[in-house]
């Protein structure tokens, strides 16, 4: 599976973005998708993930609340809503895709597939 991740950018403290991974494919509901951030110097953070049907959807403490995981399986793609964003967001996002069990996968050794990676900035 190909993963292509967007709709990042710069936004205000407070504010809301919606990113969006584009899944191509015929497989993609084999896949746990999920969702992860960097800054430099850092390792990759595990920020959200939904399961193959995407009813059962999982997130770090830090964006509980705030951040929604969700899945459109006709467009073959998966959203996370970001609201009430915060500088400590600020990082690059990517989302990927796991082929193994749910139990792993906050894990991101356990992601076979990534996309590119988007952008996020919030300003203070």
């Known amino acids: 599976v190909q993963l292509q991740a967007s709709g990042g950018g710069l936004v205000q403290s407070g504010g809301s973005l919606k990113l969006s991974c584009q899944a191509s494919g015929r497989t993609y509901n084999n896949y746990v998708m999920g969702w992860f951030r960097q800054v430099p110097g850092k390792e990759r953070e595990f920020v959200a993930r939904?399961?193959?049907?995407?009813?059962?959807?999982d997130y770090t403490d830090s964006v509980k609340g705030r951040f929604t995981i969700s899945k459109d399986n006709a467009k073959n793609t998966d959203y996370l809503q970001m609201n009430n964003l915060q500088p400590e967001d600020t990082a690059v996002y990517y989302c990927a895709a796991s082929t193994f069990v749910w139990s792993a996968t906050r894990d991101a050794a356990y992601y076979q597939y990534w996309g590119q990676g988007t952008q996020v900035t919030v300003s203070s």
């Open positions: 939904s399961s193959r049907n995407g009813g059962t959807r």
